[in-house]
């Protein structure tokens, strides 16, 4: 069956440094392609999405490129903030239900 | 803000007891989710409801049922809760009609059985 797999955290970067956060997947066919963010006591929040091969979402500096021949969806910042910390999710639509990774926590130390 | 709201947010209940937990949308959204987060799994699909009393199974179903008899409201109950369906709950909806629309989700229900 389908599925998401994503770099285990928690990963912790000083304010400024370059992220990303790896995101695999294994799926029948070109599923759309989210990347969820969730706040300490919060819900997901989508941050970004890419609905077909080459696609590249962006929102509030970050971005990730829908890979087909490497079947991955990367998630990466430039520079990052404190205000960056939470824990984010890759996931894939598979007929209109969610399949998310685990999760990778990010803390950004000042 | 999709208009989402969960209740309670918190609940702490025993062993063998039933619980229903109920998601609210203000809008007329014909797609509901209702999924557990656990530490190490991400979010897993529980139970969704493409319309008014039409609902099907996700991938961890078992020892809950659901009901929508409006098409704002979906309930997630627990028959007979267990230890091991201490989680956190969120409901989603899906407000394209779309099936690779995005989903949005509600604040969560905090949930633990002793």
């Known amino acids: 069956g389908n599925s998401v797999t994503q770099m285990e955290g928690p990963v912790t970067l000083s304010e400024e440094a370059f992220l990303t956060i790896n995101c695999t997947y294994t799926a029948t066919g070109y599923p759309s392609l989210f990347w969820y963010v969730q706040y300490p006591g919060e819900g997901l929040q989508l941050l970004l999405k890419a609905t077909k091969a080459d696609d590249k979402g962006s929102n509030k500096g970050f971005e990730a490129t829908y890979r087909k021949e490497t079947t991955s969806f990367h998630l990466e910042k430039g520079s990052v903030q404190v205000s960056d910390s939470a824990v984010y999710f890759c996931?894939?639509?598979?007929?209109?239900?969610?399949?998310f990774g685990q999760g990778t926590e990010l803390s950004v130390k000042p | 803000d999709a208009g989402i709201t969960q209740s309670p947010r918190h609940k702490v209940t025993e062993t063998g007891t039933p619980v229903t937990l109920r998601c609210h949308q203000t809008?007329?959204?014909?797609?509901m989710y209702w999924y557990r987060q656990d530490p190490g799994h991400g979010l897993r699909l529980i139970h969704y409801s493409y319309g008014v009393k039409d609902t099907d199974k996700g991938e961890v179903s078992d020892g809950y049922s659901v009901s929508r008899s409006k098409t704002e409201d979906f309930l997630l109950t627990l028959e007979s809760a267990t230890s091991s369906q201490t989680s956190v709950y969120f409901c989603?909806?899906?407000?394209?009609?779309?099936?690779?629309?995005?989903?949005?989700f509600g604040p969560g229900t905090r949930l633990t059985v002793l």
């Open positions: 989603a909806i899906r407000t394209s009609g779309s099936l690779e629309g995005e989903q949005f």
């Open positions: 809008e007329n959204h014909r797609y």
């Open positions: 996931a894939l639509s598979d007929e209109g239900k969610l399949i």
